[in-house]
């Protein structure tokens, strides 16, 4: 199982199990767009659970946060790994929507739902 959801609270908890790897990654972005589209939630959060995501996990982030930043939707992506973090602060540039990373999943969940109580 490559990656799992849940949605509570208007905030949809998007778990990358697995490595898409190249031959993957379009297919888990269409499902990441799919549950995107079908929820309508008021955030995003994606939660990178393996131990060192390559580079074909992070375009797959990066790509759903431009379409997340399209809808209008702050995207949290949560990992430990500070190199990751930084690589994702850099991939994600300035001309989008906000792209939160912290290093907790507890703290992305957390600020997500805030977020969306808030509004």
């Given at each position: ?107 992305a969940i957390a ?9």
């Amino acid at each position: 199982m490559m990656m799992t959801h849940a949605f509570e609270q208007g905030v949809l908890v998007i778990t990358m199990h697995e490595d898409p790897g190249i031959a993957m990654r379009a297919a888990l972005l269409a499902q990441i767009s799919d549950l995107v589209q079908g929820h309508k939630p008021a955030s995003v959060v994606i939660l990178l659970d393996q131990p060192s995501p390559t580079q074909a996990a992070l375009s797959v982030v990066l790509r759903a946060h431009h379409l997340c930043s399209h809808l209008g939707l702050v995207t949290f992506v949560a990992t430990p790994d500070a190199h990751v973090r930084r690589l994702l602060a850099v991939g994600a540039g300035t001309r989008d929507i906000g792209l939160v990373i912290p290093a907790r999943a507890d703290t992305a969940i957390a600020t997500a739902t805030a977020r969306t109580t808030a509004a």
